[in-house]
């Protein structure tokens, strides 16, 4: 296994994500967990020198602190590093950093966690995070000087100028950063720029999505054949792997491995560097072009100086792209921290950003579009209920 030191700790670089256990044949309930497939994978992680899992609150239905909590006991509390994480980003009334805590503990059947994350930090959930009400962040400061949190950081979806500024603010107290990464969204969500960031912050990178979701493990079969004719015995997940390998300033790479075949197949990809030449980075970016290119936005910015509503149209089709790609409610999260007045459906088609493109983009008839796709999403407060739900019923 591939390590990697983190202030004089051998990190595994493979590690587990808990948010895609196996689930009992044929259930659909993200909380009905197949715990005796889950206990064999984890079994065999640790045994093949993956020993870093990450969970978060409200994962499988907040079974996932649970479950896991209850396999790792079973091992030496020194033998393994567990993350999790506290909830800020969800839609709640009011919040209990204390509370929620000492549960994780108890769930999780620990008396600290090696690493704690404040759960997606973004537009919309910092002033939750930072609101003197709650006093999330210092209370888990006070946590990690009392020794039942090793190392506090963050996991982010938000933007750039987000990332950048959040980084001014709170930067000097972040141990780590957890972003999506992989070589779509190098460009797509401009991962290039927050590694870059995170970089000058000193702050490590670890890395979350590595796959998109699966996305990246299911190539067409032209793309593939393209591939093979540099590695004829890479799988596509191998490839996705690899391109972060060589990637500076990262940490750990989390993968939600379900089945047993994936862990090994994991295991075996990590269990030693491959650097990818210039020539097999560039096929891998003319994939995730074509994948990724639904309008060619150059984020000249031409089109904002005129625009009468004050629309951020680059931010817009950046994210109309990745709604074209892969539908997520993350886009939506996003999207609802857009002052009203300044989104994709305020937009009153006037046709001058259109005149100033040099790119000949029919921009209104995007954001109408991308206005409908967003509709089409799961909304996040409603995500957030059902999640408060199940969390009351599986306590």
């Known amino acids: 296994m591939i390590k990697t030191d983190f202030s004089g700790i051998q990190l595994p670089l493979l590690g587990l994500g808990?948010?895609?256990f196996p689930l009992r044949q044929g259930s659909t309930d993200p909380?009905?967990?197949d715990i005796d497939k889950t206990r064999e994978i984890i079994k065999a992680a640790m045994a093949g020198g993956v020993n870093y899992f990450d969970?978060?609150?409200?994962?499988?239905?907040?079974?996932?602190?649970?479950?896991?909590?209850?396999?790792?006991?079973?091992?030496?509390?020194?033998s393994y590093l567990l993350a999790t994480k506290f909830p800020g980003h969800q839609i709640l009334s009011e919040y209990d950093p204390s509370a929620i805590f000492e549960e994780q503990l108890r769930k999780c059947k620990v008396e600290y966690f090696d690493f704690y994350l404040l759960h997606n930090v973004y537009e919309n959930s910092y002033s939750t995070y930072t609101d003197e009400r709650w006093g999330i962040i210092d209370y888990?400061?006070?946590m990690k000087r009392e020794g039942k949190i090793r190392y506090l950081g963050f996991s982010t979806h938000g933007g750039v100028r987000f990332l950048e500024d959040f980084l001014l603010e709170y930067g000097k107290i972040m141990d780590f950063c957890q972003i999506q990464l992989n070589y779509v969204d190098w460009s797509l969500q401009d991962a290039k720029t927050k590694c870059e960031l995170l970089k000058n912050h000193k702050?490590?990178?670890f890395v979350m999505e590595p796959v998109r979701g699966g996305k990246l493990s299911q190539l067409p079969a032209e793309d593939m054949a393209v591939l093979s004719s540099y590695r004829p015995e890479w799988s596509s997940s191998e490839w996705a792997f690899r391109w972060l390998q060589g990637i500076d300033n990262i940490k750990v790479i989390l993968s939600g491995m379900s089945s047993m075949d994936q862990l090994l197949e994991n295991i075996n990809t990590f269990s030693e560097r491959a650097t990818l030449s210039v020539a097999e980075n560039e096929a891998l970016y003319r994939i995730a072009d074509k994948?990724?290119?639904?309008v060619p936005c150059t984020s000249c910015r031409y089109c904002t100086d005129n625009c009468p509503m004050g629309i951020d149209i680059p931010e817009m089709l950046s994210s109309y792209n990745e709604i074209c790609f892969s539908p997520s409610f993350n886009i939506g999260m996003r999207m609802d921290a857009v002052p009203v007045g300044k989104r994709a459906v305020d937009c009153i088609e006037c046709g001058q950003c259109v005149r100033m493109c040099p790119q000949r983009i029919d921009?209104?008839?995007?954001?109408?579009?991308f206005?409908?796709?967003?509709?089409g999403l799961p909304k996040w407060a409603d995500i957030c209920r059902e999640r408060e739900l199940a969390a009351k019923r599986n306590k």
């Open 18 to 20: 808990t948010m895609r």
């Open 31 to 33: 909380a009905d967990v």
């Open 55 to 78: 969970t978060a609150y409200p994962y499988h239905g907040s079974m996932s602190e649970t479950l896991l909590g209850e396999i790792l006991s079973e091992f030496p509390r020194d």
């Open 140 to 142: 888990f400061l006070k």
């Open 203 to 205: 702050i490590p990178v």
């Open 291 to 294: 994948m990724k290119t639904t």
């Open 363 to 369: 921009i209104p008839k995007a954001l109408k579009d």
């Open 371 to 375: 206005g409908v796709r967003l509709e």
